[in-house]
């Protein structure tokens, strides 16, 4: 297959990331499906991700890679550069979740999260860029969220680690646009079937804190437990349409994809908001004489 | 004075704290200048707060709180509550920069800049919020940045940390809101005169990163010379303008005081993309049926 792509996903254990990973090798793409421990906490998800990848003869492998350390980025980099002497794509989507009162977290939740959201997806381009600006062009593809430009309540370490993150991936691709690396930021709405992310969300360390909000504290569960019914009728409310939307972005010619696209159930419309944002910029970039950093070449 | 307040103002010895301190005290409010380290490092700006404080007879008083310390808040907060009884106005200020290519900084010092200007908003909040919603009153004034909404190439980490803070920001504020806590997001642009802003960026701890990016890590440097040559002719170019709109912002009618305001030499138009997330939030907020957050009553 000509178009076959080297691609490494993060946090491909669960969720949007072993969806996307299965996805992109069905499209015929090799995949290395990363976690962080494979011989320990994510030995399940390997068994999973390898027999799915032998019983449909697809090109996909379960790779560690702790994204809270950089060693472990750097390993990970250097093998695939080592197999396959390239890297074409970059998927960040590793994360946790926190839910809660923002106040009743503890300032160290928060650095976690943020550790964890954000600050890995430096460590894990850190460990990949050189390569790509070295190949003049690549693909860096981030799992972000419509929280960052829409945030609501209850959501303050997860949404202030996804904006911190978002922000991030914006600028390392304005920095990284003339080595024809593309950067996309996908921003998924809460799917609550599909994924492990409400489950696993982790919750405040002080609740204490929470009890003094009286009513308020409620209203974080009645929102929680009314996210399904404020689905828009007729979209599709499954996490696999988001690994759909992610392999076809993937497969798109380079220099066309979108900046940004939402795959969202609820609608919250944070596309409008992006949009904004974009002209806005292109407006004060153009001031400055920078707009070029805002694409590659088509090719 | 009937209306006088009593204000905590964050890393007030130098830059938009300092003079926004000194503004407030001008005003005829209690100001605590707060600083780091009275005795140590901030030892010569406690002398000039205080040697301005007694030239101009205003009721300016340095006061020890270190936001990177959750216990040094807690003080804090403790020790305004013990002398006044009450605390009307926390402004979230202390920052650091760091300014050159996003790879070539380490995830640490991300790590570390993100502690001092956004995780450290949940610290001092943490401090002061509860005896807000007992008073059943309170403001919460942000110095934010208008790179949250149009970040510049060469500003990844300071623009990732602001971006979270403004978002903890916006979080805490529709949680507070019932609590008729009003919260408002300060937005001013680069100034280069008036603050130590960008005399004390930090620089990357891999320089070698950014040597790999040739002419581009020149750009930077070429941005930031002309950056005084991108201000809109006829706008006002000193730091003082800030201070001026914060301490008029805070003498509003509460309940009446404005979300978000933008000062911005280089009038990047951050409030334009702002104005369009607050539009569509509401949209989305009247869904779910909590827009009634987004706002304190006037009173």
Redesign the interface.
């Known amino acids: 297959m000509t178009d076959m792509k080297i691609i490494v996903i993060t946090g491909a254990g669960s969720g949007f990331g072993k969806l996307a990973a299965i996805e992109l090798g069905r499209a015929g793409h090799k995949v290395y499906a990363s976690m962080r421990d494979l011989a320990g906490h994510s030995k399940d998800k390997v068994e999973e991700i390898r027999s799915i990848a032998s019983s449909e003869g697809i090109d996909l492998h379960p790779l560690q890679l702790d994204v809270r350390e950089?060693p472990s980025c750097r390993s990970a980099a250097d093998f695939v550069l080592s197999v396959d002497g390239r890297i074409d794509v970059v998927i960040n989507n590793a994360a946790m979740m926190m839910a809660g009162?923002?106040?009743s977290?503890?300032?160290e939740q928060?650095?976690q999260i943020?550790?964890l959201n954000?600050?890995s997806w430096?460590?894990v381009?850190?460990a990949f860029?050189?390569a790509m600006?070295r190949q003049n062009k690549g693909l860096l593809l981030y799992v972000g969220s419509g929280i960052?430009?829409?945030?609501?309540?209850?959501?303050?370490?997860y949404?202030?680690?996804k904006?911190?993150?978002?922000?991030?991936a914006?600028?390392?691709g304005?920095?990284n646009s003339?080595y024809n690396i593309e950067t996309v930021i996908c921003m998924p709405g809460a799917y609550t079937a599909g994924t492990d992310h409400f489950k696993h969300a982790v919750a405040a360390a002080d609740p204490t804190?929470a009890d003094?909000?009286g009513k308020?504290a409620g209203?974080a569960q009645e929102?929680a437990d009314?996210l399904d019914a404020?689905n828009v009728p007729g979209t599709r409310t499954d996490a696999k349409e988001v690994a759909e939307k992610i392999a076809e972005v993937v497969d798109m010619p380079h220099g066309t994809r979108p900046f940004r696209f939402e795959v969202d159930p609820?609608q919250?419309?944070?596309m409008?908001?992006a949009e904004?944002?974009n002209e806005?910029?292109r407006?004060?970039f153009d001031?400055?004489g920078?707009s070029d950093?805002m694409s590659v070449p088509e090719n």
């Open positions: 950089e009162l923002t106040e977290f503890r300032p928060l650095a943020l550790d954000a600050i430096l460590r381009n850190r860029l050189p600006r960052t430009q829409i945030p609501d309540p209850f959501t303050g370490p949404a202030a680690s904006a911190a993150g978002d922000v991030l914006q600028i390392m304005l920095e003339r804190v003094q909000y308020l209203l929102l009314k404020t609820q919250r419309q944070a409008a908001v904004k944002a806005m910029r407006i004060f001031r400055l920078v950093l």
